[in-house]
């Protein structure tokens, strides 16, 4: 079963004053008082179901939606600031997304204050829920980290006069809170657990492999990542293809997912990413052709190796099979059975210059649109995958390769996945360099993950991002007559200033409430 959110579960702190004392005694029933919650088991598991709609959701498409393998659409949208390198600390998507993880910092924090007022003897339980508690702190934090550095570390309740004097905490500091956290927390957490979408001790581990890959600890990610490895909880699950549909849903591969539940707890991923032509879909944050060109031929080969096999006139046949898994390409079937032809010429509602709504590439984002979807874009169920096995077995590579720590384990990792059922693409040649294997996970990491939420992660710690994000942006290449054309889109340009674009500005909303808050380097 599901974890069932609760919405929302509010503690009433309030301080009433000179009003009788009859009011001052009436116990509110517009929210749950903390003079009558914090008793029983219940009230402790209530209380932690409701930190898990904290995790990110379809907000992982706007962090995806600032890199180089995806286009902002809808140049209105504030993140087309961000692509073009124009924005400022007065942007609302840094803003979103700080606001986002503070507040699920402090519901864990309010959590952890009060779970031991739980009168239990279930001492397993109250450990596993503050387990559960401090991952999900944790994440907020790795995510805090990687888009703005230096972060406040706040890990008690505070009230508003001390959140106006809180200081930059560096991010050292926070990476070690967080690795000890997440080693502490995963020997309270179980393998698995009853309620689908709860934390584990895969996820606590996995997340502390994340950190660490993220933070240049190479050593504790290979050694966390290798924990989730041995524990053999988790496969690959044998269908790419299917990886992100209805049917697959807390499959063997999910370490880490946002549950949602049709007209309960719904995202709107259909309608803000699928095909205009859907019916409520239309086309927010597209892929690129640079992402949709580094996927190989089905032999391996790069599409540029003149003995690949590729043909432009073609360019989607035997292809590596996780492009047209992950992307709506020309000649796709739809949701609704017609075909996909974003050509400028097609006629379609998808053709490309239709309108505003339909992709400005020629290409639509496939995983997490479902036909169970059509005809309510708006209410959908399907679960949002934050933390996967893949993901895993890349970062123990990854971390293996930067420390030439390279054997048999590390080829073996990165074959599994391009190996899969449904992928099969040939075993990497052993013998390679420590500089082909780096090359080659960074690789499958963008495959792999494409549209996943971490693009913008990598390619900021690998310090690739002041190459990969600037020029101009370009689309499908299609067939016009006998020429072949190639979508640019018009008056725009990418602009990537690596002395402070590595970092997004800490926003000027939480400068004023707290002048202690200093600004990241060039903002």
Same mark, same amino acid.
């Given at each position: 079963?599901?974890?069932?959110?609760?919405?929302?579960?509010?503690?009433?702190? +309030?301080?009433?004053?000179?009003?009788?004392?009859?009011?001052?005694?009436?116990?509110?029933?517009?929210?749950?008082?903390?003079?009558?919650?914090?008793?029983?088991?219940?009230?402790?598991?209530?209380?932690?179901?409701?930190?898990?709609?904290?995790?990110?959701?379809?907000?992982?498409?706007?962090?995806? $939606?600032?890199?180089? !393998?995806?286009?902002?659409?809808?140049?209105?949208?504030?993140?087309?600031?961000?692509?073009?390198?124009?924005?400022?600390?007065?942007?609302?998507?840094?803003?979103?997304? @700080?606001?986002?993880?503070?507040? +699920?910092?402090?519901?864990?924090?309010?959590?952890?204050?009060?779970?031991?007022?739980?009168?239990?003897?279930?001492t397993a339980l109250i450990a596993r829920l503050k387990g559960e508690a401090r991952t999900l702190r944790a994440y907020q934090y790795i995510k805090l980290v990687g888009l703005f550095g230096d972060v406040p570390l706040v890990t008690t309740t505070i009230g508003i006069e001390e959140g106006?004097?809180? &200081?930059?905490?560096?991010?050292?500091?926070?990476?070690?809170?967080?690795?000890? *956290?997440?080693?502490?927390?995963?020997?309270?957490l179980p393998a698995t657990q009853t309620d689908k979408g709860r934390i584990t001790k895969g996820a606590a581990l996995a997340l502390k492999a994340r950190a660490a890959l993220w933070a240049g600890r190479y050593q504790d990610a290979a050694d966390a990542a290798k924990a989730v490895i041995d524990s053999k909880t988790y496969t690959l699950y044998s269908s790419y293809a299917n990886l992100f549909s209805y049917a697959a849903e807390n499959n063997s591969e999910v370490i880490l997912d946002k549950q949602f539940i049709k007209d309960?707890?719904?995202?709107?991923?259909?309608?803000?990413? +699928?095909?205009?032509?859907?019916?409520?879909?239309?086309?927010?944050?597209?892929?690129?052709?640079?992402?949709?060109?580094?996927?190989?031929?089905?032999?391996?080969?790069?599409?540029?190796?003149?003995?690949? $096999?590729?043909?432009?006139?073609?360019?989607?046949?035997?292809?590596?099979?996780?492009?047209?898994?992950? !992307?709506?390409?020309?000649?796709?079937?739809?949701?609704?059975?017609?075909?996909?032809?974003?050509?400028?010429?097609? +006629?379609?509602?998808?053709?490309?210059?239709?309108?505003?709504?339909?992709?400005?590439?020629?290409?639509?984002?496939? &995983?997490?649109?479902?036909?169970?979807?059509?005809?309510? $874009?708006?209410?959908?169920?399907?679960?949002?995958?934050?933390?996967?096995?893949?993901?895993?077995?890349?970062?123990?590579?990854?971390?293996?390769? *930067?420390?030439?720590?390279?054997?048999?384990?590390?080829?073996?990792?990165?074959?599994?996945?391009?190996?899969?059922?449904?992928? =099969?693409?040939?075993?990497?040649?052993?013998?390679?360099?420590?500089?082909?294997?780096?090359?080659?996970?960074?690789? *499958?990491?963008?495959?792999?993950?494409?549209?996943?939420?971490?693009?913008?992660?990598?390619?900021?710690? @690998?310090?690739?991002?002041? =190459?990969?994000?600037?020029?101009?942006?370009?689309?499908?290449?299609?067939?016009?007559?006998?020429?072949?054309?190639?979508?640019?889109?018009?008056?725009?340009?990418?602009?990537?200033?690596?002395?402070?674009?590595?970092?997004?500005?800490?926003?000027? =909303?939480?400068? *004023?409430?707290?002048?202690?808050?200093?600004?990241?380097?060039? @903002?």
């Open positions: 079963m599901k974890i069932r959110y609760i919405f929302p579960l509010v503690v009433g702190l +309030g301080v009433l004053s000179g009003c009788e004392q009859s009011l001052l005694d009436t116990v509110p029933n517009d929210r749950i008082s903390s003079d009558i919650f914090w008793k029983t088991e219940r009230d402790a598991i209530l209380a932690s179901n409701g930190l898990y709609p904290a995790l990110d959701g379809v907000n992982i498409f706007a962090i995806e $939606g600032v890199t180089d !393998i995806s286009h902002v659409n809808q140049v209105f949208q504030v993140e087309s600031n961000i692509e073009k390198g124009i924005h400022d600390a007065l942007n609302s998507r840094p803003q979103t997304e @700080w606001t986002a993880a503070y507040r +699920g910092i402090r519901l864990a924090n309010d959590f952890l204050a009060n779970i031991d007022k739980v009168q239990t003897t279930n106006r004097t809180l &200081k930059r905490t560096s991010s050292t500091q926070i990476w070690d809170f967080v690795l000890k *956290e997440l080693t502490e927390a995963a020997n309270d309960t707890y719904s995202n709107n991923v259909f309608a803000s990413m +699928g095909p205009y032509s859907q019916r409520t879909a239309n086309n927010t944050y597209v892929p690129t052709k640079a992402l949709v060109d580094a996927y190989p031929m089905a032999n391996g080969k790069d599409i540029t190796d003149p003995t690949s $096999g590729f043909d432009p006139k073609n360019p989607y046949a035997n292809r590596d099979p996780r492009l047209r898994a992950s !992307i709506f390409v020309q000649g796709d079937d739809l949701p609704d059975g017609k075909k996909f032809d974003p050509r400028p010429t097609s +006629g379609t509602a998808d053709a490309i210059g239709n309108t505003y709504l339909a992709t400005s590439t020629g290409f639509v984002l496939k &995983k997490y649109i479902n036909k169970e979807d059509l005809t309510t $874009g708006g209410n959908c169920g399907i679960n949002i995958v934050l933390l996967r096995y893949a993901e895993v077995l890349l970062t123990y590579a990854e971390a293996k390769i *930067e420390l030439n720590q390279i054997d048999a384990t590390v080829y073996d990792a990165i074959n599994q996945i391009r190996q899969r059922a449904d992928v =099969k693409l040939p075993a990497l040649t052993t013998g390679l360099s420590q500089a082909q294997l780096r090359e080659a996970v960074r690789k *499958e990491r963008l495959l792999e993950l494409a549209f996943e939420g971490l693009r913008l992660f990598d390619i900021r710690r @690998w310090k690739t991002a002041e =190459k990969a994000m600037v020029g101009d942006v370009y689309g499908m290449t299609y067939v016009d007559g006998t020429d072949l054309k190639t979508i640019q889109i018009a008056s725009f340009t990418r602009v990537f200033d690596p002395a402070k674009h590595y970092l997004w500005p800490i926003p000027q =909303k939480e400068r *004023e409430l707290n002048p202690e808050l200093t600004q990241n380097s060039g @903002w």
